[in-house]
């Protein structure tokens, strides 16, 4: 033989041998699976007004806020109309929300969303005047301005027929929203932080406070599945520490689960799942009832009537070919996934699969229904 063919032989066996080979532990920075202590959005709310709409805003006999909403801005503008018949449709109330990231300083710009209040039909075209936005203390962070853009269509014909493509009463304001206001939140300073896992668990928990305390001692410490506490080094501030451990890398770990959702019959689970010894066998059974009606003609003068008599079929079939098959005590995701594939089992029927060889005690998970 020649060397050419035992080369491809070697190729192909260090192939073979790598396929099976385990897969390498995935690991993820700490900086993917915590959340920090104040870093975080600030939610934002406010009322206001939108003007410039085509006909499709509140009606003021029906939306007695944006009335009131409406004279109270004209007569900031030095317009009274408070004994005014108004009966404009290009106004409507509207509510106006955004998200205020962490450490924005003045100035900054963010997006706000704007949704009705009222019986208006469209924002459409609309402009969002000055409106301030307050947090959870009521004070105001910022304020928003800007046309609306909606993202749909909506149109109408004289007979009452519509069409309406997406959501005409709710849009969002790019860039609309502008900081006025600093949330006072300062961490350089901070002497201890800490850090909240997204998923909690115990040994993830232990080993993001190992892999911190490797890098430097003494510095963190695991105080419950969900919170990590560390503190810098001396002669180090808090931004450059955290700069320093959020990168490194942990395996993250966390119990075996099943997650079901009937109503689009997904199913996923974690490759922790183990099954005990355990036989399942699936098949469907089908019973197909039909009726079909016969008319019952009497003989000639034999004083009898004409009558429909129903007729009746029953069929009851059941799947064949199907087998019995058995796991072993231990069997790994793959081998559960494996053996029902082998039975030919839809998702919705493996859904009931998993639900009763939870209810045998052979799942070692936890199943749960979305």
Do not use: W
């Amino acid at each position: 033989m020649s060397r050419s063919f035992f080369r491809t032989v070697l190729a192909v066996a260090v192939t073979a041998c790598a396929l099976v080979s385990g897969p390498a532990f995935a690991k993820s920075r700490i900086k993917d699976i915590v959340s920090f202590e104040g870093v975080r959005d600030n939610q934002l709310i406010g009322y206001g007004i939108v003007v410039g709409l085509n006909g499709s805003g509140d009606s003021l006999r029906n939306a007695p806020m944006t009335k009131q909403s409406l004279e109270a801005m004209l007569e900031r503008q030095g317009v009274n109309v408070r004994d005014a018949n108004l009966n404009t449709k290009n106004v409507a109330s509207v509510m106006v929300t955004a998200n205020l990231p962490a450490f924005s300083a003045p100035g900054a710009r963010i997006d706000v969303t704007v949704s009705t209040l009222g019986d208006a039909k469209s924002l459409l075209g609309g402009s969002l005047l000055v409106t301030s936005l307050q947090g959870a203390d009521g004070q105001t962070y910022a304020v928003a301005q800007g046309s609306v853009q909606t993202g749909s269509v909506s149109a109408g014909g004289a007979s009452g027929s519509s069409v309406t493509k997406g959501v005409p009463t709710a849009g969002r304001i790019a860039a609309g929203g502008i900081i006025e206001k600093e949330t006072g939140f300062q961490m350089v300073n901070m002497g201890e932080l800490r850090m909240t896992l997204r998923n909690p668990d115990f040994t993830t928990s232990r080993r993001i406070a190992d892999a911190i305390n490797g890098r430097f001692a003494h510095s963190a410490q695991a105080q419950n599945p969900t919170i990590v506490a560390v503190r810098p080094p001396a002669g180090m501030d808090m931004i450059s520490f955290i700069t320093a451990i959020e990168n490194l890398e942990v395996e993250p770990d966390g119990p075996a689960k099943v997650i079901i959702d009937e109503v689009a019959g997904v199913i996923v689970m974690g490759d922790d799942v183990r099954i005990s010894q355990v036989a399942i066998a699936q098949g469907n059974l089908t019973i197909s009832v039909q009726e079909s009606p016969a008319v019952s003609q009497p003989a000639p003068f034999s004083q009898g009537q004409t009558r429909v008599i129903p007729q009746t079929a029953v069929n009851i079939e059941e799947e064949k070919g199907k087998q019995l098959i058995t796991l072993s005590a231990g069997a790994s995701l793959k081998s559960l996934v494996g053996g029902l594939n082998a039975l030919g089992v839809t998702p919705r029927d493996m859904i009931s699969i998993l639900q009763a060889v939870k209810a045998a005690g052979a799942l070692q998970a936890d199943i749960e229904v979305m």
